[in-house]
């Protein structure tokens, strides 16, 4: 006996529960479903399209729905806009030290470059600082005289970089000796910036010209297990 089976003694027994109640499917409940299913890839479609695709489809799609795939895409557009204010390497002064960098950590990622003009590795650091900040600008770059910010502090151990976040140092690297001294490239400095927490990959922009190849290796921890750590805040 088949319990699915449309026949009266089937049915007296869902009457008395014995056999649970029949699931009629309709052809409504079968064009309904199909509906619902090609809504669903529509939104998938329609969520990975940025503004200038959905403006391409304003005369094949509809206006209401269009508009709502169209605000949300400004609205993360604007999101982006909002975090990626910096975008340059700018010269403080100790004055600004707590202002520009230890209050400003409390929103944002700050990388200071503690150098000396006189030191090639530290216009090489400048160099590299200047091109990443172009490229992660929601992470703030600034660079000051390394005496005037912590007085005779050695010229032995520049370039210096400290990495501020919530008023704090999470980073150190003292010289460029562990990213390969004055043969070092941005993309080494990039990679111990990553390692730290300091860059977003999400909203890296390319260099006009970038080759592919000088974006770094992402297989490593970004260098910054490699680097010399020296208690330099009780010093600012």
Known sequence: MDP?????????????????QQIKITQ??????????AQEEESRRLENLDLDELDELEDEEDDEVLAHYRAQRLAEFNAQLSK?????????????????????????????????DSIPACKLMNRFLSEIAQQYRATKFVKIVSVECIANYPDANLPTLLVYRNGDVKGQLVKLDSLGGLR???????????????????????LSGEAEADSGDDSDDGGAKHSTYFDLSKGL
């Open 84 to 116: 990626e204010k910096f975008g340059e390497l700018t010269q403080i002064s100790k004055p600004d030290y707590a202002g520009e960098v230890t209050d400003a950590s409390e929103s944002a990622w700050v990388v200071v470059h503690l150098f000396r």
């Open 28 to 37: 409504n409940d079968i064009y309904d479903s199909a509906v619902e299913r």
């Open 184 to 206: 070092a490239k941005r993309k080494d400095v990039e990679k111990y910036l990553l390692g730290v927490g300091a860059l977003d990959k999400s909203l890296r922009r390319s």
């Open 4 to 20: 699915n089976e449309d026949t009266e003694w089937n049915d007296i027994l869902r009457k008395h529960g014995i056999l649970p």
